[in-house]
């Protein structure tokens, strides 16, 4: 390193009077100097050369101008430094402003001999090995872990990391799923590889990592169920291993209808004991309800007509939905899958060549929609019975001319004739099928997909022919009226029919009370049954669906035949009409 960067930068031009007079004096010094020694060795304010190789560190002692300050400066001469003299333009030049005086600096210590420096240590060898030989283990650790855990994998085969279930929705409606999602890609899944206790009919769709287990019927209430997926087998090979998971039902609950003639009606939700019965919605005269898996919708009846009320299974966020014109709706019914309502509608203002009268329409639970009135050939039908479909927003009716049709409202396919009937007595869950009544009197098993039908079998032993028919998973119920010779009721049953014909009777009651209703819970495991009693002494309401003053629910066990409880109160939830007298 050079010392000359030691050296301070003497100013090129004297900036004050003072410094300008000590130049002259210098310079006439220096010239003194010269004429004494000749010019030989004169010194033209330069340090003087040193013969090429002398490294040895000189000093030189600059006193400044300024009389009260000096200052010590590292040099490369070793004799005595001046300024040069000014130059002659610098006595013209105007005085520049005045500054405040700095402080005089330190005398500058003489600096240290550099250190030689030391030279570069070399990379150590055997600290690079070190270095390799700890990644080295760390990348082998990893990759023994990997082949281990691939290893565990295919010693243990797959294995269940994910199950998705809701077990409320199951006990309500049919097509709830079961999907369980294994560690690895599996190999084909077979139907027959599947079971589930207690046994449920099921659908399976199984791909990848994922198999969906879809039970085709609503799950019994408050029951423990078990899915298991038999000799599970990876894509690539490996051990087959056995899927399984469990899951429980919640207790079921229902909703009912109570009317007071000298009060307000109410509709409750209860527990199967009726020992927590909870009020939801009450208003002056309830027609009609019906439940889907979260709202309710609701009939009233009012002087002006009828009123359609949306709400949520707690009776709260009402709202109305539009009617096609003022007049009374009844017959309402719910698809729940669909997300829709239907019902019979008549104009309040109806007379032999105006108004309309016994029309079915269907319209959004949502109310985005405006209510569509069921045509049949272009022409507003009037509808004498119609149910939907379970599980679908297919509704099949009757018109005023015995017509059988389907019309499915999330397509665009039209009305479909399925021949002439009297009466539908219901249909099936995950069947589609319904029982209907032909004008000859059968009654038949219609499949609603191709129209294909069969006669229903009698029971064993055989009631005679029932006066309704309710299907649900397992078999159907059948109310049967036994008759005198001259044709009058002495008694009344509800009976049991298991898919086999075999017939067990549930509720008997004499002439003196009337059954008004059979349906059943949606899995089967349970039947509601309505029994009007004392009937000479039970009066009728004056309601647009007129029913007797005191009715009873009897809810049933289906597979045992034991009576759980007997409530106040009608329409209850689980059927799909209110009942008829």
């Known amino acids: ?271 199967l004991s009726g020992e927590e019965a909870v009020p939801v919605f009450t208003a002056d005269s309830i027609n009609d309800f019906r439940a889907t898996s979260s709202q309710l919708v609701v009939s009233l009846e009012e002087d002006e007509g009828s009123k359609l009320l949306v709400m949520d299974r707690e009776g709260k966020n009402q709202r109305e939905l539009p009617l096609p014109g003022v007049g009374y709706v009844g017959a309402i019914q719910v698809s729940d899958r669909g997300g829709l309502v239907g019902y019979s509608y008549s104009d309040k203002e109806l007379s032999d060549t105006e108004g309309r009268a016994s029309v079915l329409v269907t319209q959004s639970l949502s109310g985005d929609d405006e209510p569509v009135v069921t045509e049949v050939g272009g022409k507003e039908a009037n509808i004498f019975v119609w149910q939907f479909v379970p599980d679908s927003a297919a509704v099949l009716f009757i018109d005023f001319d015995g017509a059988l049709s389907l019309v499915d409202r999330s397509t665009d396919a039209g009305v479909q004739s399925l021949g002439l009937a009297t009466t539908i007595q219901g249909v099936s869950r995950g069947t589609y099928t319904a029982i209907v009544e032909r004008l000859d009197g059968s009654v038949v098993e219609l499949n609603l997909t191709d129209g294909t039908e069969v006669p229903l079998e009698a029971s064993d032993p055989d009631y005679g022919t029932a006066t309704t028919i309710t299907p649900f998973p397992g078999g159907t119920l059948r109310h049967v009226v036994a008759r005198a010779a001259d044709g009058m009721p002495t008694g009344q049953a509800v009976v049991r029919v298991d898919d086999d014909g075999k017939a067990t009777p549930l509720v008997e009651v004499d002439s003196t009370d009337s059954i008004l209703q059979a349906c059943a819970s949606p899995s089967g495991q349970y039947a509601a049954v309505v029994i009007a009693p004392d009937l000479a002494d039970n009066p009728y309401d004056q309601m647009l669906l007129p029913l007797p003053q005191n009715l009873e629910t009897h809810l049933l066990d289906l597979r045992t035949g034991d009576e759980v409880v007997a409530l106040t109160g009608f329409d209850a939830s689980w059927c799909q009409t209110a009942p008829q007298f």
Do not use: C, W
């Not at 050296?7 to 210098?26: I, L, Q, S």
């Not at 005045?98 to 055997?126: G, Q, T």
């Not at 019994?220 to 899915?227: G, I, M, P, R, S």
């Not at 298991?228 to 919640?250: E, I, K, R, W």
């Open 1 to 271: 390193m050079s010392t000359d960067d030691e050296h301070p930068e003497v100013p090129a031009a004297p900036r004050t009077r003072a410094e300008m007079r000590a130049a002259r004096e210098a310079e006439a010094a220096a010239a003194s100097a010269s004429n004494d020694d000749g010019g030989a060795d004169r010194d033209d304010t330069r340090p003087a050369a040193r013969p090429k190789g002398d490294e040895r560190p000189t000093r030189s002692t600059f006193v400044p101008p300024d009389a009260d300050s000096t200052t010590t400066f590292a040099a490369h001469s070793s004799t005595d430094y001046v300024p040069p003299a000014p130059s002659a333009t610098d006595e013209s030049s105007p005085a520049p402003e005045k500054r405040k005086s700095a402080k005089a600096p330190k005398p500058a210590k003489e600096p240290k001999p550099a250190k030689e420096p030391k030279p570069a240590k070399e990379p150590s060898a055997p600290r690079d090995r070190r270095f390799l030989l700890a990644l080295g283990a760390v990348l082998g650790i990893l990759v023994l872990v990997g082949a281990g855990l691939g290893a565990v994998s295919l010693t243990q085969g797959p294995r269940i990391t994910e199950v998705q279930v809701n077990p409320t929705e199951a006990i309500e409606t049919s097509g709830s799923r079961v999907i369980l999602t294994a560690n690895q890609s599996l190999a084909a899944i077979d139907e027959s590889q599947v079971t589930v206790e207690p046994a449920v009919p099921f659908t399976l769709d199984a791909a990848g990592r994922g198999i969906g287990i879809r039970f085709t019927v609503p799950l019994d209430d408050d029951t423990d169920y078990t899915v298991s997926v038999a000799d599970a087998v990876g894509a690539g090979g490996g051990p087959a291993a056995t899927l399984t998971t469990s899951f429980s039902t919640p207790a079921s609950s229902i909703f009912l209808l109570r009317r007071d003639v000298e009060g307000k009606d109410t509709i409750f939700r209860t527990d």
